[in-house]
């Protein structure tokens, strides 16, 4: 019964919003984790009609030893949805459970037929159906293999090489990504020898972009910076694309996340990369040790809005609510705040700012904010023209969005399921002309001013009047 203590206590504390259902799950013991993520994610999916199920069976109010609604949903759901049903020996728990047995199923069908479903499946919630569209990529590490040498172990596996998107035992190679390879969406790799070794890495296409952008340089002196580093799934591309060769910081401020980083890369074999538990903001862009840095990535906190494989679409609609005008406001200014960082980098060539966020407050504000900040200004900043920024891809930004029309060209976006990935966002800057060393004045810029910027757009405007109040501290990880 312990077990079911475990997993009520984590939808306790996501009730409580403690953290995300992913973060939660890697603080349960490792013994237990994978049993408890299964029972906490499936009362999930199923939570408003088990919800409706005790209610209709008033079983809280008869049973008082069933302390909290958390406690009776895990129960619930392994009696109604489980062929083993409870897996508890006995005990007064599971027998207030089973003295409703019967009622709770009646309530079940009942729900069904007034549903007008034959199935449990059809009860779970429509994100579910929408995630389950999307392919399942695995990027090759050429760390450790080449390309082809993947093609031919999957192939000997079973599967067929196909040239487009695949079904059943197919497979094919992504277009827009090199070493990206792709799977139907149930395809799973959690047994497969080449995902525990690290000779595949788990991405999405669209988490691959940043890294492909950037282009990072491939040769000894090079000096680069991934700024929000953890879990590691861009950092490990970037050090690939790099051959393993130069310095490669990437930065973690949280000690949980930097341990998740550590451990991703050291799988990974990723031995150019230098991790830093540190907070990106705190770096001086002068220090000896950081100032030849040519190439910075930011994949920065964001709402997450684009994501519909994100396991956090099955809470509740006002604890999952990422459009909150307010909370976009903050991390619009957070975002603004760590990309004007970036620019004082005094040899700092290019800059690869990206979210998985679908709000443009999120992502073609900040960036209109970030060309009319003092920083780009003093740096000769621009955006990459659409020739260095994935020229293929068809979607890119929104141009009612932007002060002039022209540069959405240079901005990528991605639309949840309909381009077969989840949402994303990429902009790419560059420094123009001769690289400046005039130093900022600091004081000036220090971020609690709230100075506007005298020529922005009134949507840009209100962005950087908010840095004045960001709450850093409160920021959520960004998502791979």
């Given amino acids: 019964m312990n077990f079911y203590f475990g997993a009520a206590k984590t939808l306790d504390r996501l009730d409580a919003k403690q953290g995300s259902i992913k973060g939660l799950i890697a603080d349960i013991p490792e013994k237990e984790r ?66 409703h047995k019967t009622r709770l199923h009646g309530e079940l069908q009942k729900i069904k037929i007034k549903r007008g479903v034959k199935s449990n499946s059809e009860l779970v919630q429509s994100e579910d159906e929408k995630a389950a569209q999307i392919p399942r990529y695995i990027r ?58 690290g000779r595949i890495i788990l991405q999405d296409k669209a988490s691959c972009f940043p890294a492909v952008v950037l282009n990072p340089p491939c040769k000894e002196d090079a000096v680069v910076i991934d700024a929000t580093a953890a879990p590691g799934n861009k950092t490990s591309h970037l050090s690939a694309l790099m051959r393993n060769k130069g310095k490669l910081f990437a930065f973690e401020k949280d000690k949980k996340r930097f341990s998740t980083l ?148 240079s901005l990528v976006r991605c639309l949840p399921g309909e381009d077969n990935t989840n949402g994303f966002f990429v902009s790419c800057f560059v420094k123009g002309g001769k690289r400046k060393k005039r130093k900022l004045d600091t004081d000036r810029l220090q971020w609690g001013t709230g100075e506007t910027i005298i020529h922005a757009t009134p949507n840009v405007r209100e962005i950087i009047n908010l840095v004045s109040f960001v709450n850093y501290e409160g920021a959520p990880p960004s998502s791979e």
């Fill in 34 to 99: 994978k049993r408890s993520a299964a029972l906490v994610i499936e009362t999930l999916k199923y939570k408003p009609v088990l919800k409706d199920v005790i209610s209709a069976a008033d079983l809280l109010r008869q049973e008082r030893r069933i302390k909290t609604l958390n406690l009776a949903l895990v129960l619930v759901h392994d009696l109604l949805f489980t062929p083993g049903g409870i897996q508890a020996s006995g005990g007064p728990i599971k027998q207030a459970i089973m003295r």
């Fill in 140 to 197: 090759v590490n050429t760390l450790l293999w080449t390309t082809d040498e993947a093609l031919q172990a999957y192939i000997s596996q079973g599967f067929s090489l196909s040239n487009s998107l695949p079904t059943e035992r197919s497979f094919s190679k992504d277009e827009h990504i090199p070493d990206l390879l792709i799977f139907p969406p149930q395809t799973s790799f959690q047994e497969d020898t080449n995902y525990s070794s």
């Fill in 262 to 409: 550590k451990q991703m890369l050291e799988k990974a074999r990723c031995y150019n990369v230098e991790t830093i538990h540190c907070d990106f903001l705190a770096v001086d862009p002068t220090d000896p040790q950081f100032a030849p840095t040519t190439h910075i990535l930011l994949d920065p906190s964001c709402s997450g809005s684009g994501i519909i494989n994100r396991l956090d679409h099955l809470l509740d609609t006002e604890q999952s609510n990422d459009g909150n005008e307010e909370r976009l406001s903050k991390l619009a200014s957070f975002q603004l705040m760590i990309l004007r960082h970036a620019m004082k980098f005094p040899n700092v060539l290019r800059i690869v700012y990206s979210t998985c966020s679908i709000h443009a407050i999120e992502n073609e504000r900040v960036v209109e904010a970030a060309l009319s900040s003092e920083e780009a200004k003093v740096g000769s900043f621009t955006l990459a023209p659409q020739n260095e920024v994935l020229p293929t891809w068809p979607r890119r930004g929104l141009a009612s969005e932007m002060s002039d029309p022209n540069r959405a060209a």
